[in-house]
């Protein structure tokens, strides 16, 4: 396997698992499920879509510890 090849499989994985990383990020409370959607559904364009919006839509606050 060339380098390119490599490249283009690791850049490929990385915008394939956004929607996972924006939901992990987010403090999503359906992040688990979010995951296992752009898992399994992910290689249609509508799986993934599906799954970007669910991990936007849903924002979960992370308690200040401060105030």
Request: charged letters at 10%; zero cysteines; glycine letters at 4%.
């Amino acid at each position: 396997m060339e380098i390119a090849e490599r490249i283009f499989l690791v850049v490929g994985a990385i915008i394939y698992f956004v929607p996972t990383v924006i939901a992990w990020w987010m403090h999503a409370k359906s992040t688990r499920a979010i995951f296992y959607v752009n898992l399994v559904f992910g290689w249609t364009i509508v799986g993934w879509i599906v799954a970007m919006m669910w991990a936007l839509a849903e924002r979960n606050e992370v308690p200040n510890s401060i105030s």
